[in-house]
């Protein structure tokens, strides 16, 4: 090959080269810092962008997007001396690429540090209890904290969320006992609560059982009450409107002695006196029976008694039969006394 052509090879060479380091194309969401012998010269937003070459030369490639760091467990003292391993998440964007390029060597591990000792601040301040039950407080402040520290870096702090607090396995044992032993008051409290409420509604039944019971007894006597004083007067007007005279009365003595003369314990009884009276008219009755006087005074009775029911109807009607019955006979002894002898 002759000189001219490997001239021109070195020239077509030389110059893709030099257009190579002149263009650089720049992705979204990213940002390169370009430096121009040394020093800061601009920097580069997505898109196609020219160069000078071997000039200009590119410092750093930032990455503009929110970024997820995972922070390994830190030991942490609580204020009650407890040690605790906090594992915590921190995103963060990168706002300012030429702060943090220039501001800090390596912004990560200038996070990573100021994270943990941000965190020993906040909870330090607090008792393992409130440390595990105040996880947003913790989060909030170390993103505020956080924040604050990294303006100057060219970093926004978004958000922190603490993933885990591990306390010591004794303190794990503890809060374990602890919990059961709180379960299991829940339950007994529960149970004795349980347990009352059926002894107030068991005591309840029985009260309002005893009441009802009660008061049906009471119904029913009352009921019972009126049944014998409505029958009480239904007898009372049934005799009086008959009109018996003594020797009904007598007739029912002697109806009545055969009874009080029952049983083979009845060694001796009594006679009362109205018996000797009743007698004395049963012998009246056989031997000149007079008829009753008109002039008997008249006994006004209240007849609504008798228009009760059947059952009073009954017991009427057999009084009147009764009454009947011993007219009739006093009639028949009365004309065979006044009939003469059989031999005169």
């Not at 590119?58 to 594992?87: C, G, S, W, Y």
């Not at 505020?144 to 044992?173: C, F, M, N, Y």
């Not at 004083?229 to 008959?242: D, E, G, P, R, Y």
Request: aromatic share 4%; no cysteine; net charge negative.
């Amino acid at each position: 090959m002759d000189p001219i052509g490997i001239l021109l090879l070195i020239i077509a060479a030389f110059a893709i080269i030099v257009l190579a380091r002149s263009i650089r194309i720049v992705p979204q969401q990213w940002n390169y810092v370009i430096e121009r012998l040394g020093r800061y010269r601009r920097t580069l937003e997505p898109g196609p962008r020219l160069l000078v070459p071997f000039v200009d030369t590119v410092r750093a490639k930032v990455d503009l997007r929110e970024r997820v760091v995972n922070f390994p467990p830190q030991p942490v003292i609580t204020e009650d001396n407890l040690m605790v391993h906090i594992d915590t998440v921190l995103y963060y964007i990168i706002t300012q690429p030429t702060h943090a390029v220039y501001n800090i060597d390596d912004y990560l591990s200038g996070v990573e540090q100021l994270t943990t000792t941000t965190l020993r601040n906040v909870v330090g301040a607090m008792d393992l209890e409130q440390t595990l039950t105040s996880r947003e407080e913790i989060n909030s402040r170390l993103a505020a904290e956080l924040d604050k520290a990294t303006d100057k870096w060219g970093l926004k702090v978004t958000r922190v969320e603490l993933r885990a607090i591990e306390p010591p396995p004794s303190i794990r044992d503890a809060m374990e006992k602890q919990m059961r032993a709180e379960r299991d008051r829940r339950a007994t409290i529960l149970t004795a609560e349980g347990v009352k409420r059926s002894e107030i509604l068991k005591a309840e039944g029985e009260q309002q059982s005893k009441v009802l019971r009660a008061k049906g007894e009471r119904d029913a006597e009352v009921l019972h009450a009126d049944g014998q004083a409505k029958a009480i007067q239904t007898v009372f007007a049934s005799i009086h409107t008959a009109k018996p005279t003594d020797r009904v009365l007598a007739y029912q003595y002697l109806q009545k002695l055969p009874e009080i003369a029952q049983g083979e314990s009845n060694k001796m009884w009594v006679i009362p006196a109205e018996l000797t009276r009743a007698l004395g008219s049963l012998g009246n009755a056989f031997g000149g029976i007079q008829a009753p006087s008109e002039e008997d005074d008249e006994v006004e009775v209240d007849t609504s008694a008798l228009r009760l029911d059947d059952e009073a109807a009954k017991a009427l009607e057999a009084a009147e039969q009764a009454a009947q019955e011993v007219r009739n006979l006093s009639e028949s002894r009365k004309r065979s006394s006044e009939l003469p002898p059989a031999n005169e």
